[in-house]
């Protein structure tokens, strides 16, 4: 049957539609392009088509046991992470990058910046920092009066001061720390570390993220996600202030109960797995319910504070009568040090909160930082550097790696017609102690004023390479397939900072 539609006229084509009426030129391009896949295919197969020449390594995971410790890439100097993520931006030029020309030129106009523009519009003067700098540790880095407690141990921290970011928003900017991507969609950086390692204590979960009191990060379980990655990864989000919901034995049910119908169902399951030999997902489900039941007994054990003795809770300010966020949080940094002793192999502990508005309840000061600051600085302060030292007292942190970061850094000069710093991603500071971090050190520099990344540059690529390596993993070759991309945390970025490494 003829079609009553008339054929378009060459005229109206475009012009790969027009290439394919010459059929001499169809078979050439025809040709071309079969030999174009099959080169695709012997050069994907020799590992010549990867941007480091490597072939990926996906590990190697048993659907009934997904979360069994696994095989690093090669011996790691860290077994551990803990992240202090602060939300909101730290003011790095207010903490721990100390710019004496900043002081010399405060309150004039920075040279090379007529009327520059940011996140939040036309900047003023330079404001030099809002708290004295004082020699720290016997190394003598110079760190900020706002934190000093922390500062306090500059001998055992490697500062990054010359970290860069692609965005200037909170969002996408905790997304690229995270998850090294700005947008959504995009595993986090804990979901990456317990794909390819597992983890030890196989009753807790093998990732954790702690919210601060006062709520979660703007970009919410972003920060955690597994993303494309089995979903096994992902960070189970819980806290001194939040438990994990539905963790409680109904009252009908009695102890024997419970268990004779736990024990039931394990039977069920196996028979229903033999009838589907090979079916990992549904061996991944039954795991995460067998999982589910022995946190019922795990995690009201770890989140459970009674029998930390009065000195540590004193040590950490969790005892603060007078600040709830601030005792919360000192309980959080416990919880945290609590879940690395059990064998947890990732966790992410978060200072800042976006349910309270813009600077209220996270580092995000435009307007009045003077004020806003002093707040902050005093709930992290004393509890972060309690749980550092806690973990070096134990002997924990030698095999533990310390992350201490923020999505961005801030200008330094004030908003004009404000008494804040708006958001800087040119230039700002993160470090790490702990196993395998040399130190005391400094890495990179921004320039004199603080305001973009001079000396060094780095990018967040470049951060996630190097924790990755202390961990014993080549963030070249960890990889997981998906959508016909081999996917990494780094993408086809970074490089390890190898100077950072002891």
Known sequence: MKSKDPAPHPENLSSPGRSLLNRRGFLRHTATGLGGIALTNLLTGDGLLHASGKTPIRPAIDAEHPFAPRRPHFAPKAKNVIVIFCSGAVSHVDT?????????????????????????????????????????????????????????LADDICFFHSLTSKTNTHGPGENYMSTGFTLEGFPSMGAWTTYALGTENQNLPSYVAIPDPRGNPQAAGNNWGSAFLPAQYQGTPFSGQRPIRYLKT??????EANRDTSDFLKRLNARHLEQYPGDTELAARISSYELAARMQLSIPEVADLSDEPAYIRQMYGADDTQNDTRAGFAKNCILAR??????????????????????????????????????????????????????????????????????????????????????????????????????????GATDEFGWKAQENPLEVYDFHATILHLLGLDHERLSFYHNGIERRLTNVHGHVIKEAVA
Not at 250 to 255: E, L, N, T
Not at 408 to 430: E, L, W
Request: glycine share 12%; hydrophobic share 35%.
């Open 96 to 152: 721990w990058d100390y710019k004496p020309e900043l002081i010399k030129r405060h309150d004039t106009p920075m040279p090379g910046s007529d009327k520059i523009v940011t996140f939040q519009g036309e900047n003023g003067n330079l404001i030099k920092p809002l708290y004295d700098f004082r020699p720290r540790g016997q190394c003598g880095k110079m760190t900020s009066d706002l934190l000093p407690q922390l500062g306090e």
């Open 250 to 255: 109904p009252a009908k049910f009695s102890g």
């Open 338 to 443: 609590r879940l690395i002793e059990r064998g947890v192999r990732f966790v992410q502990l978060f200072n800042g909160a976006y349910a309270m508005g813009e600077g209220v309840g996270n580092w995000d000061s435009h307007k009045t930082i003077a004020d806003q600051y002093p707040g902050h600085g005093h709930v992290l302060d004393q509890p972060a550097a309690a749980l550092i030292k806690d973990l070096k007292q134990r002997g924990l942190l030698k095999e533990t790696l310390v992350v201490w970061c923020t999505e961005f850094g801030r200008m330094p000069t004030f908003q004009k017609g404000a008494s804040g710093r708006d958001h800087n991603p040119a230039g700002f500071t993160c470090w790490m102690t702990g196993a395998g971090v040399r130190a005391p050190f400094t890495y």
